[in-house]
């Protein structure tokens, strides 16, 4: 069961656009699938909500998460809300085709000026959205408001500074190091992971507590070397290689042979590491 509400006047204010540095190909939404469903034990493990529980993913993008969330938490009045009508077009999709019994209603607008109430949610969860804004503070404290007190927020980020591979390579890194550099210039921070604490807490949220979750592949784990390494984190720096030549970052020639000793980390004898790190709070 599937509702729409309207986007507000305001869905794209001023002052709050942001830039999705991965941009909304095609592609991007495979990939971001890729990884939802390839790190979904790793992530939304000791995350559900009650039945019944009014929670809301705020930047539920192709809705990649969305159907982890919903299949750990049956039962949950879920408000979906996005910036993007062409990404909540594809949530829609992926969850009517997924768990098209779920009670989900789809907000087209910004999370830093979200029409409801205060206080109109139990729960709030919200993934790899925070290192796309340009003051996630300021985006945390608008979630605070419409979460009644004692609910809680989940965020989840990764963080870029935490990939290290076999073998190792000064190319592949400094290609890493771009796609860093162009999320910084579209007003986001790509090493935003080892901040949530003190963004969370700056916000006004209590009872802050943030765990790693490491990602290692290699020849032992081939699904998460293929699912992770290449299909994700791979491709992500791939997407990026007509913006860091268009911000003259660098060469077509080098960045394609950082991208190339980047693979090698998913090849036989190669090894990939990150770390994403989840974070919970409480809103007092």
């Keep these: 069961m599937t509702t729409q509400t309207t986007a507000p006047a305001d869905a794209a204010a ?15 939404a495979q990939r971001l699938g890729d990884q939802a469903d390839t ?17 809301l993913e705020a930047g539920c993008g192709v809705g990649a998460q969305t159907v982890h969330l919903l299949a750990a938490s049956p039962g949950v009045r879920l408000t979906a809300a996005d910036l993007s009508a062409q990404s909540l077009a594809q949530a829609r999709a992926r969850v009517a085709a997924q768990a098209p019994a779920a009670d989900v209603t789809w907000h087209h607008g910004d999370l830093h000026r979200l029409p409801f109430p205060d206080g109109s949610f139990d729960h ?23 979460l009644r007190p004692g609910g809680t927020i989940t965020v989840i980020e990764g963080d870029h500074g ?13 290609t890493v190091d771009h796609l860093v550099r ?14 949530l604490h003190p963004l969370l807490t700056a916000a ?24 992770f390494t290449r299909r994700t984190f791979v491709a992500m720096v791939e997407s990026v290689r007509a913006e860091a030549l268009a911000a003259g970052l660098t060469t077509p020639e080098a960045f394609d042979r950082g991208v190339a000793e980047l693979r090698r980390a998913a090849e036989p004898g190669g090894t990939f590491h990150y770390t994403f790190f989840k974070a919970a709070a409480v809103r007092p």
């Design 162 to 174: 935490s990939a290290f591979f076999h073998p190792e390579s000064p190319a592949a890194r400094r």
């Design 124 to 146: 709030v969860f919200l993934c790899f959205v925070l290192e796309h804004l340009p003051d996630p503070t300021a985006g945390l404290a608008a979630l605070r408001r419409v």
């Design 204 to 227: 006004g949220f209590a009872r802050v507590s943030v765990r790693p979750r490491t990602v290692f592949a290699d020849d032992a784990r081939p699904a998460l070397v293929e699912g």
């Design 14 to 28: 001023p002052g709050h656009h942001h830039d999705y540095v991965h941009g909304y190909s095609q592609a991007e």
């Design 39 to 55: 790190l979904a034990e790793l992530l939304h493990a000791g995350t559900a909500y009650p039945a019944g529980s009014r929670v």
């Design 182 to 195: 162009l999320q910084a210039r579209a007003g986001g921070d790509g090493l935003l992971g080892r901040r």
